[in-house]
């Protein structure tokens, strides 16, 4: 995984196990997690791979970007985890919006598109990582983990397709 601090020039690289990756839980009360994918199969693994971590709490999950601001506003999760290619809305303007209105919130995308154009538009839309749906959840939990500590992240797959490994902000 490739990893670094926003807003830091460029990230660095390492494993989930490295130094600069944290690899055990999170200290603190749980980080609240709120899904917006439409892919209900997947969030339910991921809802109950999260459920056995102690600094994870999922507090809801949408099937849309629609009212996801609004969600957001409601639920005041610490983590979203939004998928790029849904019905409604489109996810990277969604992602825009809740950026400017709710910059505490970080939000790790997690598609199963790995292309360079989508991957720079969700990091100019405030993205903190990128990760590809066929990693193991194991993987994904630790990225979470990664943007929870304020961590960019990207997954190996995503990092190959970058030109630009950090956001151009």
């Known amino acids: 995984m490739t990893t670094g601090s926003r807003p830091s020039a460029a990230p660095t690289s390492g494993s989930p196990s490295s130094a600069a990756a944290p ?23 991921l ?42 809305r489109s996810a990277l303007a969604v992602l825009g919006e809740l950026t400017q209105g709710h910059p505490h919130v970080r939000t790790l995308i997690l598609s199963g598109y790995i292309r360079e154009d989508f991957i720079n538009q969700a990091l100019d839309a405030g993205a903190w990582g990128y990760v590809a749906k066929s990693e193991e959840p194991d993987a994904i939990v630790q990225t979470l983990r990664q943007v929870a500590a304020g961590q960019f992240t990207f997954s190996a797959d995503v990092a190959r397709h970058m030109r630009h490994p950090a956001p151009r902000k």
């Open 23 to 45: 690899s055990a839980t999170l200290s603190g009360p749980p980080r609240r997690v709120l899904f917006v994918d439409d892919n209900a199969a997947l969030v339910e693994a």
């Open 47 to 88: 809802r109950l791979k999260l459920s056995q971590q102690p600094d994870f709490q999922v507090c809801g999950h949408l099937p849309t970007a629609d009212d996801l601001v609004t969600t957001v506003a409601a639920l005041k999760p610490d983590l979203v985890v939004l998928d790029i290619d849904m019905p409604g």
